[in-house]
């Protein structure tokens, strides 16, 4: 058992605050980290129970809460910050924070992999005076500023460039947005985990490996922070959705700051809606690392595996529900606001199974990790077989379900979650083409979400949860439904749009989220990276050629807007942040994959042999057979 497995078990729900020696270094170790902690258990006796990540090697005075891990209600005491900070005259310091500090312009321009280690603690007047003399007073260069291009995809680089957010000097994410017309950020200002994946891809695929390395290291070190709303804690292994660097007083030295990273998991969002796709993006991004750039030794770090074990963990753990599919709240992936997705959402699903892919492709063997794998493998099976049956609709199978019979009580049945016919909606008995299909957005017991959605589809593809005749068809819908899933802006995030006293019910209704825009059937940009792997994939880059020459046209005229609205995405978004760097960024990586289409094999999951053979031996099996007394192994309906 690894150094930091043993630590995490030690001290159960309540593990120390990931707080790095030396955090600016490339090559902190999980070791020195672990012994760091136990040293401060001794010296303090307390565990801190909102501790921020510190640049400083100092560690944080532990607050609020015992050694024996059960914390109290009132955990926020470092959130609210008194320190006096310059003024950010672009007001990109939010109301009672610090902001987010942003390397200069001389910073931004200088290659990421040079990027050198600087102090944790500056002085705050020299701070000052640099970020006055610099113009950029702690925020980002404006963004209006007239660059100097010769193309769009050079103001792109310059615009995900100057989006990077730097923490001890050291490139460690990129901001959500940077849209100066907008006077409430929100959580604008912070590093998305979901979001950051196009721009991490983009910059392996350039050659930058550094600022994804951090990311990966610093993003894990907040996995094992103590997450609590109204006293309660989500499981271990729960990766945040958002983080921020902040600038606080040095303790003891008024006169002196340093930075802290100050995540959240949910706490703190709109809804409060735990974000369940963080951890397995994480997964994804770690495994394209390595072979981007060739340094295993990141997903072999003792650390490292650990994170990846404790996500599986939380993924694979045992609950009430009969099916392999992963079962979660609404607003816990992209559309992260009341849509209906509640249960088992496509997109979840395709991440999971994703995820698992590539996590026991870098697990290391080893005896703690048998069960686990064994586990993982189970669930790949079944998952595979159950999303390929059974949330799988083209024009034959609406056919099926149309003349299914319900209320059948049999092993046997063939309308196994008692789906009415009249659920298939009008719409799609007119917009199902001949040649086509997909996958549906969700199945739960006497219900099917017939809607498109795109995320999910695309990742199946990428993923090969999907045969590779259900990826064809799928590709064949898209082009074949073009003018509604592209029009004038790629890509359709779902479809259709809810409206009327659907969209009452089902959003509440949600203000943002109107027919046709927002995540209520708006056009993304930036899925424009996903359909592009998915084509090379399946060996039909024509089409996502087409698609990014239609964004080519307005993208940067438009200034990189967040989302578009209408049925055809002609206008920008109503509210639509502007310079959305996952906009930039999703367009980046569709132009260098379709340069370079083999550089997709960084995101491309080959289909398992084994898996397809256990596939054709449950559809030969019976399910009346498997039964009898409980063994070691779960089962699931399938």
Not at 438 to 458: C, E, K, T, V, W
Request: overall charge neutral.
């Amino acid at each position: 058992m690894g150094t930091s497995e043993a630590a995490l078990q030690i001290f159960s729900g309540v593990v120390p605050r990931a707080v790095c020696p030396t955090p600016c270094s490339s090559n902190f170790d999980s070791t020195f980290s672990f012994l760091s902690r136990v040293k401060f258990v001794k010296k303090k006796g307390v565990l801190s129970n909102r501790n921020l990540s510190k640049c400083s090697s100092r560690l944080l005075q532990g607050i609020g809460t015992s050694f024996s891990g059960k914390s109290k209600c009132n955990r926020r005491p470092l959130y609210s910050c008194r320190c006096q900070q310059a003024q950010s005259t672009s007001g990109m310091t939010p109301e009672g924070g610090n902001g987010t500090w942003f390397g200069d312009g001389a910073e931004t321009s200088r290659p990421i992999n040079n990027t050198p280690n600087g102090s944790s603690a500056l002085e705050f007047q020299d701070v000052q005076f640099a970020k006055q003399e610099n113009g950029t007073n702690g925020a980002v260069r404006d963004p209006f500023h007239k660059i100097s291009i010769e193309s769009i995809e050079d103001e792109a680089w310059d615009l995900l460039r100057e989006s990077i957010v730097y923490y001890c000097n050291s490139p460690i994410g990129t901001i959500a947005a940077r849209d100066p017309t907008s006077s409430n950020l929100l959580n604008y200002d912070q590093v998305f985990i979901r979001d950051f994946i196009p721009s991490g891809i983009a910059f392996l695929l350039k050659g930058e490996y550094d600022i994804v390395r951090n990311f990966i290291l610093h993003t894990l070190q907040l996995q094992s922070w103590e997450k609590t709303m109204d006293c309660h804690s989500p499981g271990q292994g729960l990766m945040p959705a958002s983080f921020k660097v902040r600038t606080v007083p040095l303790d003891g030295d008024d006169s002196a700051t340093e930075e802290v990273l100050d995540p959240d998991f949910g706490e703190a969002a709109i809804g409060r809606v735990a974000p369940v796709d963080s951890g397995l993006w994480w997964i994804i991004l770690l495994r394209a690392y390595g072979k981007c750039s060739g340094d295993l030794s990141v997903q072999e770090r003792v650390d490292v595996q650990t994170g990846i074990k404790m996500i599986l963990r939380l993924c694979l753990a045992d609950g009430f529900d009969m099916f392999p599919t992963l079962l979660v709240t609404d607003g816990s992936c992209m559309i992260d606001r009341r849509m209906g997705i509640h249960g088992h959402p496509l997109e979840i699903q395709a991440l999971f199974y994703s995820a698992l892919v590539c996590a026991r492709e870098m697990l290391t063997p080893e005896d703690g990790s048998a069960d686990l794998i064994r586990a993982l493998n189970n669930r790949l099976v079944a998952l595979s077989f159950h999303i390929r049956e059974y949330y799988w609709v083209d024009l034959q199978k609406l056919n099926e379900i149309y003349r299914y019979k319900t209320e059948e009580y049999s092993y046997d049945a063939v309308n196994k979650f008692n789906i009415y016919p009249d659920q298939i909606p009008s719409w799609l008995v007119d917009w199902m083409p001949t040649k086509g299909g997909y996958l549906i957005g969700n199945l739960q017991p006497a219900h099917m979400d017939f809607r498109f959605f795109s995320l999910g589809n695309l990742w199946s593809i990428v993923s090969s949860l999907t045969t590779i005749g259900q990826s064809h068809a799928i590709l064949d819908l898209i082009e074949s439904k073009w003018g509604d899933l592209v029009s004038d802006m790629p890509f359709k995030i779902c479809y259709p749009a809810l409206e009327g006293q659907e969209w009452q019910i089902i959003t509440g209704s949600d203000p943002k989220n109107t027919p046709w825009s927002y995540h209520n059937a708006g056009s993304w940009p930036t899925l424009l990276w996903q359909l592009t792997v998915a084509c090379i994939k399946m060996n039909r880059p024509e089409i996502a050629s087409k698609a990014i020459e239609i964004a080519e046209r307005r993208l940067s005229r438009d200034k990189w807007p967040e989302y578009y609205d209408t049925k055809k995405g002609r206008f920008i978004g109503k509210q639509a942040r502007l310079f959305q760097t996952w906009s930039i960024a999703g367009y980046l990586v569709g132009k260098l994959l379709l340069a370079e289409p083999s550089k997709a094999n960084i995101l491309i999951t080959a289909e398992d042999s084994d898996l397809v053979n256990a596939f054709s031996c449950m559809i030969s099996s019976s399910p009346k057979r498997k039964r009898g007394q409980k063994n070691s192994n779960p089962t699931y309906i399938v």
